[in-house]
Every structure is written in structure tokens, then in C-alpha cells.
């Protein structure tokens, strides 16, 4: 966590810096707005559009038909489809849970908030700043010259922040900065593999080995980490190659026909009693299947360069990527409202601080301290008898297998369990006054300025 901290510390000091940079080398924002729609590359088709900068291209809210972001789409995508996100995945909710008590919790995605609009100025900026100082390179449409800049023929859009850091950045500065971004990317598919290896491990290979042993799920684990790096790289070609060559969006369509679906999904388990197992069971696996057929599809008949003629079916050449997820999740909510109309909905036990409407539950305060009580002294139990199997198990003889086993993946005393008391439960659950009219100030004025940027920049 240190470490993901100062790494963003010092990515957002040289953000500013190369955003910096850039509006001086192009004359601040005004000369930004008239450079960017001269910015054309020297080599194109002067037959087609290929290569102009789109009319808009300083607007928010694009043109809801032909546009490759339609605005109503990006407004459902980004708040109900995005909501997955923010409220499912599990290195967001790691932290979450991470912190010292509730108000921490909720200040942390404030301050997530807040950060969030930075990307404005310091990437979306920066990166039209590379396409009006290199057009050539940033905006080149011709395959040959695309295959000798960045080795990808279908465009070289992806090298606009590094061709900026590299090009503007004194030495020192420029590796600093360079290395800064490397170290992200390694922390950030450092989370992603812990995250998938603890999904796979726990919620998968136990329904398979009912009886695995910790060490079991600890050699699993690894070797699943080691399984996805492999799939990561193999996967490389097909990113480079789908989507036109564009990274971002790429990576919002298979957000949007996988992960997407995850958000109507949290939103109705909130909100809604009578939404029952099953339903989300069948809605997200229907999503999934629809959005999975889309994404082969779009593997299996590739994004035409520019100025080439569209041969691709209906549903990928008339359909925008982004009105296809805003489908799924309205296939989604039927498939939850249908089944769990049919389905015999949770009693309330079972519905005792899950939902918005049940989060305080129906017992007294006495029943929820007994049941807390009993609670952590089962896990007091439970951790005393894994303990004294854990001793059992260390002072038998090892084989030559167990100590090499050993070597590699460590001694880990997996069976200890933090003895949480029902005090440390109620303070972390505590909210004084004053936190709570300080995160709520910031909650509106974080809103304010959203709406702001919003209207200035629709």
C-alpha cells in the first residue's frame, strides 16, 4: 500500500510537470483548441476523412449516431455500467475494507472522486498535446508508416503519452517518470493476479477439493498466478490488433460485455428485497453469454483501417460497442426481474444487513451482541484448534518433496485469525458528527465540480 502511494505521489508530480511542458510548448489551451484541429498528418488519403480531427473533439456529449462515443451511452456506461467498478472489484474493495474505521472508508472514495477528474488535464490534455507536436507519428493512418513508428499498421494513437514524456522531459526527469509508469503497471497486474488467484482458489478449486488443504490452496494459488501471467502475454497480439489499434477502446468494450452486467447486479441486490440468488445467477451468465458471442465476433472480423469498406456484420458495423453494453444491461435487469418474480424471494433473516432497506436489521441491540459474542468466540475456537493443527502438522517428519515445497512457496502459518472484539466492531461501525458533516461537504462539492465540467465542457 506504501508502495502504490508514493508511486502515485510521484506519477502525478511528473503529470503536472508533462502537462506543464506541453501547454508551454504549444501556447496554453486557447492555441490548444486551434493547433489540434490543423494537427493532420502528412501522409494520408486525401480522397477520405482519414487523419482530420474530429469536429467535437473538445466536447463531452458527441454526436449520439456516428460518433465513436455516443453520449447517451457514455452516460449509462459510466454510472450504472460503471458501477461494477466501484463497488464490485475486488482491489476497490480490498482497500475499502482496508481502512481504520467507516469515515476513512467513505473519505477514501471521495478522494478517489476528486482524483478522477485530474485525468481531464493531465491525460486526455497531454495526449491531444502529442497529436498537434507529432501528427505524424500520434495521428498517422497510412499502414506503412504506422507498421514503422509503433509496429502496429492499424494506428499509433497508443504512443501519445510516452512519445510526450520522451520527447519534452529533461533526462533525469523523463527515466524518473518512466520508471514511475512501469512500477504502476507491475503493482497494478501485481493486484490482478492476487485478485483472480484468491477468486479461483477460494470460490472455485474448493467446490472442486472439498478437503484441500491451506497448503494446497497455497501451491493452487501460485501456480493460477503463473497461469495468468502465461495468458497476459499470449493475449498481447490480440489487443494490439482489435478495436483499431485503440487501447481505450478496447479496454471499455470488454468492460462493457463482461463486467458491465456486475453493476445492474449490485444495484438490484441493494436496492431491491425481492431479487433472489437465482436471478442474478441467470441474468449475469445470459449477459455474459450475449456479450462473449460480440466480443468473438469482433476478434473474428477485425476494425477496418480507415477509408476501407466495412464488410463486418450488422450487429458490429450499424451497432456501437457502447449501445451493446446499455442492451445488456437492460437484458440483464429482465432476466433479475423475470426469475425473481418466479423464485421464492429471501426471509428476512436472510436479508439482515444485505440490502439498503435491511442494513440495520430487525434485532435488538442485546441479540446483536449476543450473536457478535458468539460469533468471535466460535473464531477464537476455531483459531486455537487450527493452531494446534498447524504444530501437529510441523513437528512431523518432512519428505524431500514438503521441504522443497517449502523452499518455493514459503512457511505460512495460515490459521491464525485475528481475535476482533465486538468493541473493535461497534468503533469501526462509528461515525462522529463532525466526520460525517465533513464527507458530506465534500460529496457535494465533489458533485458540484463534476456538474461544472460537465456544462462547460458539453
Known sequence: ???????????????????????????????????????VPSVRNENTSCGLPKQDAFHLFLDPIDSDYPWPAIVLMSTV?????????????????????IS??????????????????????????????????????????CEAVCDNPVGCSNIAYPKLVLELLPYGLRGLLMVVMFSAVMSSLTSIFNSSSTIFT????????????????????????????GVSVLWVPIIKSSSGGK?????????????????????????????????????LIIANIVG?????????????????????PQILSKMNYLYFGVMLLFITASVIVVVSLLTSPRNPDELKGVTWWTRYGQETSGEAIECTNSNVNNDITLGSQNRLEADTEDKEEKTVCQKILTVLFGKTDV???????????????????????????NAILLMVFIAFLTGYFS
Request: aromatic share 14%.
Open 81 to 101: 455500467g460503471a458501477a461494477w467498478y466501484w463497488c464490485c472489484d475486488q482491489m476497490i474493495v480490498q482497500r475499502s475494507l482496508a481502512a481504520k474505521n
Open 202 to 229: 477460494m470460490d472455485i478449486w474448493r467446490r472442486i477439493r472439498k478437503d484441500a488443504t491451506q497448503r494446497e490452496l497455497l501451491v493452487v494459488g501460485r501456480v493460477f498466478v503463473v497461469f495468468m501471467c
Open 292 to 312: 462473449g458471442i460480440r466480443l468473438v465476433l469482433e476478434f473474428v472480423y477485425p476494425t477496418p483501417s480507415c477509408g476501407e469498406f466495412d464488410e463486418r
Open 415 to 441: 490459521h491464525q485469525v485475528e481475535e476482533f472484539q465486538v468493541e473493535k466492531r461497534r468503533k469501526f461501525l462509528l461515525q462522529g458528527k463532525n466526520s460525517s458533516t465533513l464527507l458530506n461537504i
Open 1 to 39: 500500500m506504501y508502495t502504490d502511494t508514493f508511486q502515485t505521489a510521484i506519477m502525478m508530480i511528473g503529470a503536472v510537470i508533462v502537462t506543464g511542458y506541453g501547454f508551454n510548448e504549444v501556447g496554453g489551451y486557447s492555441n490548444l483548441q486551434i493547433k489540434y484541429m490543423n494537427s
Open 247 to 283: 487501447l481505450f477502446t478496447y479496454m471499455t468494450a470488454v468492460e462493457g460485455y463482461i463486467a458491465a452486467p456486475l453493476g445492474i447486479v449490485f444495484l438490484f441486490s441493494i436496492f431491491w428485497t425481492k431479487t433472489t440468488e437465482p436471478a442474478v445467477f441467470f441474468g
Open 104 to 145: 476513512h472508508a467513505k473519505g477514501g472514495s471521495i478522494l478517489t472522486g476528486y482524483f478522477k477528474l485530474l485525468p481531464l488535464v493531465l491525460l486526455i490534455f497531454p495526449g491531444m498535446i502529442s497529436r498537434v507536436l507529432y501528427p505524424d507519428d500520434v495521428a498517422c493512418t497510412d499502414p506503412t508508416v
